[in-house]
């Protein structure tokens, strides 16, 4: 007798659907909450959480932080920041396609699936290649639930963001600065780079 397939745990990246609202509403995966003192990051192998590195500084991720499954950060993604800084030569950083999702409640773990809704980006480089993250409410959230669009969320929050986004590679003892901020975006551009993302990830895995 074959075995089921539903015997098999889905790969993350590859075998979790991104919800048929998309992309208006979001399934997404977590792979690091706010009390984690360590990184984790998807092996993209295996599918399994492996630890990446311990975090270095006291800083702590302000959201719940993951990517978004079938996607992936390739030409077609980074043409927007291209367009936004006016160059042609960024690539896109090779992996799924990041989001932070606000919730006021305590999630105390990752390697969950969560449903949530986009309202904006933050378009960062890193290296020189185009590393995104899109900001994300928690759906039917009691306090970020109602927002659309990253206009509406507190400035001090999105300075949390961008603080934890431009620091969280940093070298200790090294002045050279990994990560550039270079904009903030709405909730239209966040659904038109997500949409870029799925195709740059079906061009991915024609190859």
Same mark, same amino acid.
């Given at each position: 007798?074959?075995?089921?397939?539903?015997?098999?745990?889905?790969?993350?990246?590859?075998?979790?659907?991104?919800?048929?609202?998309?992309?208006?509403?979001?399934?997404?995966?977590?792979?690091?909450?706010?009390?984690?003192?360590v990184k984790y990051e998807v092996d993209k192998e295996s599918g399994y959480l492996s630890l990446d590195r311990p975090q270095k500084?006291?800083?702590?991720?302000?959201?719940?932080?993951?990517?978004?499954?079938?996607?992936?950060?390739?030409?077609?993604?980074?043409?927007?920041?291209?367009?936004?800084?006016?160059?042609?030569d960024v690539a896109g950083d090779g992996d799924p396609l990041d989001i932070c999702v606000l919730t006021e409640k305590d999630v105390?773990?990752?390697?969950?699936?969560?449903?949530?809704?986009?309202?904006?980006? /933050?378009? &960062?480089?890193?290296?020189?290649? @185009?590393?995104?993250? =899109?900001? $994300?409410?928690?759906?039917?959230?009691?306090? +970020?639930?109602?927002?659309?669009?990253?206009?509406?969320?507190?400035?001090?929050?999105?300075?949390?963001?961008?603080?934890?986004?431009?620091?969280?590679?940093?070298?200790?003892?090294?002045?050279?600065?990994?990560?550039?901020? /270079?904009? &903030?975006?709405?909730?239209?551009? @966040?659904?038109?780079? =997500?949409? $870029?993302?799925?195709?740059?990830?079906?061009? +991915?895995?024609?190859?």
């Amino acid at each position: 007798m074959a075995k089921s397939h539903a015997a098999h745990k889905a790969h993350p990246w590859h075998g979790i659907d991104f919800g048929p609202g998309c992309p208006d509403e979001l399934r997404v995966f977590i792979e690091i909450v706010p009390t984690d003192t360590v990184k984790y990051e998807v092996d993209k192998e295996s599918g399994y959480l492996s630890l990446d590195r311990p975090q270095k500084f006291s800083n702590i991720v302000p959201s719940l932080y993951g990517f978004i499954p079938r996607t992936f950060c390739g030409d077609k993604m980074a043409a927007f920041t291209n367009e936004a800084i006016a160059r042609y030569d960024v690539a896109g950083d090779g992996d799924p396609l990041d989001i932070c999702v606000l919730t006021e409640k305590d999630v105390t773990h990752g390697d969950i699936i969560v449903n949530c809704v986009p309202i904006g980006g /933050i378009r &960062l480089l890193d290296n020189d290649q @185009a590393d995104d993250k =899109i900001i $994300a409410v928690l759906k039917n959230d009691a306090v +970020y639930g109602q927002l659309t669009d990253i206009e509406q969320l507190p400035m001090d929050i999105t300075r949390r963001l961008i603080h934890y986004f431009t620091t969280y590679k940093d070298i200790p003892g090294d002045s050279k600065k990994r990560m550039q901020f /270079i904009s &903030l975006y709405g909730a239209k551009v @966040a659904k038109e780079i =997500i949409l $870029a993302s799925i195709e740059d990830y079906k061009d +991915y895995m024609r190859k």
